[in-house]
């Protein structure tokens, strides 16, 4: 989906669109006033006091009517410099604006403002040449908020919208839309039943109901069996955890802004924990080690709390707790490459059997300049950068570089996705770490008989469970494959009195062979209930009347097809156990 903030041309046009709004606005409640207007990813909004009025359907209807009239007129916009002394005088009776140009430095910034006819406002730009190219725009929706997000302020009117070069641009996005409605996660998961969310249990703290259990506990099993046959430990560690553990790993220093504030118990200090790598540091410190004992790889399906602005959070893709799927590889230097090699196959391997295909990989890197972020010593970071890039390139991973975006104590490999809707964002990761066995003297015994530092790898192949499922429910639409799906199989007898006996009978045979099924017997049409089945993204319907009990059969339909196909039960159990058991993604 395009993201109006980074193309140069719609960043434009969506600025200026935004003034066309405001000039609307103004035209039909000549008492309104505005605070800042941006373009952001999704295209622009405004926001604007409107006293006690709250904007409802019927006014954006009549701001949009307003809005094509301007569009029609095409006055030019027009740029205009002015002093900070002239910006005083000429918006002192504007609180919003004043209270912008008061936090201005003339020495530092152009004060200019733009002007469309009867209208002009305070901005630095760039806009298109006249409203005339604004004609072909959208308001999208509507919403409260606080000025400079402050519950404290006064409650604002905001009003989104978007806008194109041309009408087939704009028809287009909006049907990206309206498929990012049906794809959403959050509508998904109350449709399907996967998780539920309340404030009376905190903003950003979701909910698995037994239907998203099931699926959570599917991935977990199948991330965790993968791990095991690659010689993964698995453990068990604590959701918090003693400030001073977080200082001796440095994250205190870079990452308490994003921690729950700190809690005294005892005379002890402890927090949420943010990550799992200060406790898998402390297993690993718990034994003495050998070079033979390397790689040791601590794998963990771990719970932790990360404080989000509650703007932020989304569903169950960014939330203030979360369960990584986290594992650190403990190696010595000449096991890097092999151990990262099988790190990036393994994803590789997940995303294949996923169906996962719209991805690339970056290397995240440190600014060297920025000195407050990351582990102040030079030879670490280049060591361990080349270290890095020179095992993708052995083993001929593509990749581009991105400054700026490592980890507090090292580089790491980010694949990111491109999801069927929204902006694409980080799945899986892997980091190498030189920094954090320093920190907490993390050692092993050489062949020489010598204490050496071992090498971290960080390495999280769904990032987050929750994300995951997020991700997934939306790349699926929610008709996940059969391995995950909360129920696998519904049973239709046509009729009860003839054919429930029957339809009891498949129904105790899926139970016995691990596959979930449920039996509708529900006194409604036939029709109706193969439509719920649908509706629930159920993927295999089985329809039983006369013939199938009477020639022992069974007659399936798949999730999303009209096409009907008619088997043994013993063929069809078998069926449905190896594409449950084979964790295909087809039927």
């Keep these: 989906m395009v993201n109006f903030k980074e193309d140069e041309r719609l960043n434009k046009l969506n600025h200026s669109c935004a003034h066309l709004m405001a000039q609307a606005v103004k035209h039909i409640f000549p008492d309104a006033l505005f605070w800042v207007g941006p373009v952001v990813d999704t295209g622009f909004y405004y926001d604007i006091d409107l006293g006690d009025k709250v904007i409802t359907d019927e006014d954006i209807e009549a701001i949009s009517k307003e809005m094509k009239k301007l569009a029609k007129d095409g006055k030019r916009i027009v740029r205009n410099e002015i002093s900070k002394e002239e910006a005083l005088e000429q918006f002192k009776n504007d ?71 041309t009408e087939e641009e704009l028809a287009s996005y909006l049907q990206e839309l309206e498929e990012a409605k049906l794809r959403d996660h959050r509508k998904l998961g109350k449709d399907l039943g996967i998780f539920m969310t309340h404030d009376l249990v905190g903003k950003g703290l979701p909910m698995y109901l037994p239907n998203g259990y099931i699926v959570w506990e599917e991935l977990e099993n199948y991330i965790k069996g993968k791990e095991k046959r690659l010689g993964y430990k698995h453990v068990l560690t604590p959701p918090l955890g003693n400030v001073e553990l977080y200082k001796t790993s440095g994250h205190w220093d870079h990452y308490k802004d994003n921690m729950f504030p700190k809690m005294e118990v005892e005379g002890e200090e402890f927090v949420l924990r943010p990550m799992n790598c200060p406790h898998h540091m402390m297993i690993y410190a718990n034994d003495i080690h050998s070079y033979r004992d390397l790689p040791l790889r601590i794998g963990e399906i771990a719970r932790d709390c990360r404080f989000e602005a509650s703007g932020a959070l989304k569903g169950i893709e960014r939330v203030r707790s979360f369960c990584q799927n986290d594992a650190h590889l403990f190696v010595t230097p000449e096991q890097i490459e092999s151990e990262f090699t099988s790190v990036v196959n393994l994803i590789l391997e997940v995303y294949k059997e996923l169906g996962i295909k719209d991805y690339h990989f970056e290397l995240s890197l440190r600014d060297p300049e920025d000195t407050k972020k990351y582990h102040p010593d030079d030879e670490m970071w280049n060591m361990a950068e080349d270290t890095l890039r020179n095992v993708l390139k052995t083993i001929g991973i593509p990749f581009i570089e991105k400054i700026g975006e490592a980890a507090f104590y090292g580089p790491k490999l980010d694949v990111q996705v491109r999801p069927a809707v929204g902006n694409e964002y980080t799945l899986s990761t892997c980091q190498l770490d030189f920094c954090l066995p320093a920190k907490f003297e993390l050692t092993y015994v050489d062949k020489d008989g010598e204490r050496k530092s071992p090498v971290v790898l960080h390495r999280a192949v769904f990032g987050s469970i929750d994300r995951f499922i997020a991700y997934y429910l939306e790349e699926t639409k929610g008709a996940l494959p059969l391995w995950l799906s909360p129920v696998q199989v519904t049973v239709l007898p046509v009729n009860n009195e003839y054919h429930l006996d029957y339809a009891k009978e498949v129904y105790d045979k899926l139970l016995e062979k691990g596959i979930r099924a449920e039996l509708d017997s529900r006194d409604e049409k036939l029709g109706y209930r193969m439509r719920e089945a649908q509706t629930k993204k159920v993927p295999i319907s089985l329809v039983l009347g006369n013939s199938e009990r009477d020639e022992h059969t069974v007659t399936l339909r798949k999730h999303g097809s009209e096409d009907k196909v008619t088997m043994s039960l013993d063929e069809f159990l078998n069926y449905v156990q190896e594409k449950r058991d084979s964790k295909s993604i087809e039927l």
């Design 95 to 165: 609180p919003y604006k004043l209270d912008l140009i008061s936090r201005m430095d003339e020495n530092e910034v152009v004060i200019s403002t733009y002007t469309q006819g009867d209208f002009t406002d305070l901005c630095r730009g760039p806009h298109v040449d006249t409203v005339k190219e604004c004609k072909n725009f959208k308001l999208i929706k509507f919403s409260g908020a606080y000025w400079k997000g402050d519950a404290n302020n006064h409650m604002l009117q905001r009003i989104y919208g978007v806008c194109f070069d």
